[in-house]
């Protein structure tokens, strides 16, 4: 049984939705106008993981701490009164302001993304590296803006790597994870650049990072498992309808990390990832979150219980 949180560390961000409805084009030039828009914003990066940790696995106060650069801007503040009561909040220094990323939206689809410039995150102190210490497992969320590049926040993790799951959810070309990571996370694209085979570049990125296993996400065709000396194991996903997919790929690292806690093999743990992911996807995803209406997800436990007895047997650990 667990007793310590799942710590989430990386880059929070501050997302926004300008949606509305395009039914023509300006008579300017050959772009849609977008009209009645409404403004919804919500947390980004590790603040998104850790909102869902909460609202979808329904993890409690004392099960989720979030290790992000907060500062007093608007974009901080704001990002902070999004989180659920509670996420315990551990903030670490921000030079600039928090990014803000802000899609347009014609009708559900993004037509336009603007990003503010990213901030330089400051160094960790104590209450970060006891909160590592003492976490049960560890979810690393790298955007690329330097906080997981701190060698404080990297000695920690790899201390905790030896005795509980850290899992890197990279979402930048620059991140590596620290030695002894049980599972990094990238989806087709992201894995690509180490070859357009999705199973060839998994284990080719065995072979440059130090980590115990990969996912590579695909998708509505589920996710790929590469472990070493082992070969990879494909792992469909579960119809869900249709919806989209922002935000699938912070579920899916985030459910795979508590089911790492909870006592889940990594086959376990990446075939329910899938489910939940795609399930939250078919259940209209962030707009779900936004509306208050996420339902939650199967309890991991009460998965992982009858699995041994049905597909996930079918898996090797």
């Not at 503040?77 to 899609?103: C, K, N, S, Y």
């Not at 489910?275 to 707009?287: E, P, Q």
């Amino acid at each position: 049984m667990s007793s310590g949180p799942l710590v989430i560390v990386g880059d929070a961000l501050l997302d926004r939705d300008i949606a509305g409805h395009a039914a023509r084009l300006c008579p300017d030039a050959p772009f849609p106008v977008v009209e009645a828009p409404t403004a919804r914003e919500r947390p980004g990066g590790a603040g998104l993981a850790a909102l869902l940790a909460t609202s979808v696995l329904l993890l409690s106060a004392d099960d989720v701490t979030l290790i992000a650069p907060l500062g007093t801007d608007r974009a901080s503040q704001a990002m902070r009164g999004l989180l659920p009561d509670d996420v315990f909040v551990i903030a670490l220094p921000l030079r600039g302001a928090l990014q803000e990323r802000t899609w347009i939206m014609a009708d559900g689809r993004p037509l336009l993304r603007l990003d503010t410039p990213a901030p330089v995150p400051g160094q960790a102190g104590t209450e970060a590296v006891a909160a590592i210490e003492g976490a049960d497992a560890a979810l690393v969320s790298d955007y690329g803006h330097g906080t997981t590049a701190s060698q404080v926040i990297r000695d920690a993790l790899a201390a905790l790597a030896i005795r509980a799951p850290v899992v890197w959810h990279p979402r930048s070309r620059e991140s590596r994870p620290v030695p002894g990571t049980w599972l990094a996370i990238l989806n087709a694209a992201e894995a690509d650049h180490a070859g357009p085979n999705a199973a060839a570049a998994a284990e080719r990125l065995l072979d440059r990072w130090p980590t115990r296993a990969i996912a590579v996400t695909l998708g509505p065709r589920g996710a790929l498992l590469a472990r070493r000396c082992q070969p990879p194991l494909a792992i469909p996903t579960s119809p869900a309808g249709a919806g989209h997919a922002r935000g699938a790929g912070d579920m899916f690292a985030v459910a795979a990390a508590a089911a790492l806690r909870a006592g889940a093999r990594p086959g376990e743990a990446v075939t329910w990832a899938v489910d939940t992911a795609s399930r939250f996807v078919g259940n209209g995803g962030l707009d779900s979150l936004e509306a208050g209406e996420a339902p939650a997800a199967t309890s991991v436990g009460e998965w992982i219980r009858p699995a041994a007895h049905g597909r996930a047997a079918s898996h090797p650990a």
